[in-house]
């Protein structure tokens, strides 16, 4: 396990993207809906701060 992801965070996301249907045991699409919404929202957050610093 990654030291940098709190053990309840790193379980909670291995549930949701878990897949028995997925030869790599994860589902993909899920994954990737995941890791874009987070990017968008760092995005948001670093324009916001980018302003501010303005």
């Not at 990017?39 to 501010?52: D, F």
């Amino acid at each position: 396990m990654n030291e940098l992801v709190p053990k309840e965070a790193y379980e909670q996301i291995e549930q949701t993207i878990a897949s028995d249907k997925s030869v790599v045991g994860i589902d993909a699409k899920e994954t990737h809906i995941i890791i874009i919404h987070k990017l968008i929202e760092i995005e948001k957050r670093l324009e916001k701060l980018e302003k501010a610093l303005q």
